[in-house]
C-alpha cells in the first residue's frame, strides 16, 4: 500500500475554511455558495424550501463538504442545528446573513403594502428574518468567527437609505441591520463585519417585488458574487459597502501588499466550539 499518496478530497476539507451560507437554495446566496465552493470553502447552507434546499445541497457536495439543514433562521432550535453543523466541519470563518423577506407573507401577485396598511404580524416576521435571526445567528457563531479572525457579511438593499413607498417594512429592516452591523463592528474587533447592497438582481424576491413587470434587464445574482470574492480576499475595512462600488475597487486592490498573502478570510486556527 502506498502510505505517501497525495491528500484526499477529505483529507483537504478538515483544513478548509467554513462558511455559513443563509438563504443559499436560490439566487444570490446559491450563487455564492457556488463560488465559495469552488474556492475550496466547506458550507453550511440553509433555506426552509427543503426539495430547493436539497437540490443545492446535491449540487455543491459534488465539489465540496456541505450540510444543508432545512428550517427558517427565526427559529431558536434551526439556528442551533447551523452552528452545531459549523462546528461539526472545523467552525466557521465567515457567515453571510443572506435570507431575506420583503413583506413577511406571500405577497401572492399584491403590491408591497404601504406602511399605513402593513399587516402587523407581517411587519413582525419581517423584522425577525431579516434583523433578529441574523443576529441571534451572529450570537451563536461569534466563537467559532472571533478565533478565526473571521467575518461576517450582512445583506442589505438601497432600500435601507432610500425612501421607496412600499418598502417601509423591508427597509427599515434592512437599515436596522445595517446599523446592528455597524455596532457589531465596533463591539468585535477581532472580526470583519460588512453590511453589503447586491444592488437589483434577476431573482424570486425582486420578481415578487414587481409582479407581472418584465424584469430580464436586471443582472443576474452571479454577477454580484465577484464582488463578495473581493470583499473576503482583500477584506476591506468594515462598514456599508454597496457591491457596484466593490467590483469597481476590486482590481485595483489586488496590488496592496496584504493581497495575495489570505486567501479569503483568515484560515481557520483553531477548532472545538
Ligand atoms: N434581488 C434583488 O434585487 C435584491 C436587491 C437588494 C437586496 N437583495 C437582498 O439579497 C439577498 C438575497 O435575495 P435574492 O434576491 O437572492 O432572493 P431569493 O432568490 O428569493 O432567495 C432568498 C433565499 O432566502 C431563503 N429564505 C427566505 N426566508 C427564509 C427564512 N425565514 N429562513 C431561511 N431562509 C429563508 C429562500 O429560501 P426559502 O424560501 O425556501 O426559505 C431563498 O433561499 C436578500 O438579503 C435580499 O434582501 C436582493
Request: proline share 8%.
Amino acid at each position: 500500500m502506498d502510505t505517501a499518496a497525495a491528500p484526499t478530497a477529505t483529507d483537504r476539507s478538515q483544513t478548509a475554511p467554513v462558511a455559513v451560507v443563509t438563504g443559499a437554495s436560490r439566487g444570490l446566496g446559491l450563487e455564492l455558495a457556488r463560488a465559495l465552493a469552488r474556492d475550496g470553502w466547506q458550507l453550511v447552507i440553509t433555506a426552509r424550501n427543503t426539495a430547493e434546499l436539497a437540490a443545492a445541497e446535491a449540487e455543491l457536495a459534488a465539489v465540496t463538504k456541505v450540510a444543508a439543514p432545512a428550517g427558517s433562521v427565526v427559529d431558536d432550535d434551526h439556528r442551533e442545528r447551523l452552528a452545531e453543523a459549523a462546528a461539526a466541519l472545523g467552525g466557521a470563518s465567515l457567515l453571510v446573513n443572506n435570507a431575506s423577506t420583503l413583506t413577511g407573507y406571500d405577497l401572492d401577485g399584491a403590491p408591497l403594502p404601504a406602511l399605513a396598511d402593513f399587516p402587523l404580524p407581517g411587519l413582525l416576521e419581517t423584522f425577525e428574518v431579516n434583523v433578529l435571526g441574523p443576529i441571534a445567528l451572529t450570537q451563536l457563531l461569534l466563537p467559532q468567527l472571533r478565533v478565526r479572525r473571521g467575518a461576517v457579511l450582512n445583506v442589505s438593499s438601497d432600500a435601507a437609505v432610500e425612501a421607496y413607498p412600499g418598502w417601509g417594512g423591508y427597509g427599515a429592516s434592512k437599515a436596522a441591520l445595517d446599523h446592528a452591523s455597524a455596532v457589531l463592528a465596533a463591539e468585535e474587533p477581532a472580526i470583519a463585519v460588512w453590511a453589503v447592497d447586491p444592488g437589483d438582481m434577476r431573482t424570486r424576491m425582486h420578481q415578487e417585488a414587481f409582479p407581472g413587470e418584465d424584469i430580464s434587464d436586471r443582472p443576474l445574482p452571479a454577477t454580484v458574487v465577484p464582488a463578495l470574492l473581493g470583499l473576503l480576499r482583500d477584506r476591506p475595512a468594515a462598514g456599508r459597502y454597496r457591491a457596484a462600488d466593490l467590483a469597481a475597487v476590486a482590481p485595483a486592490a489586488v496590488d496592496l501588499p496584504a493581497a495575495g498573502t489570505r486567501p479569503a478570510t483568515a484560515a481557520p486556527t483553531a477548532a472545538g466550539e
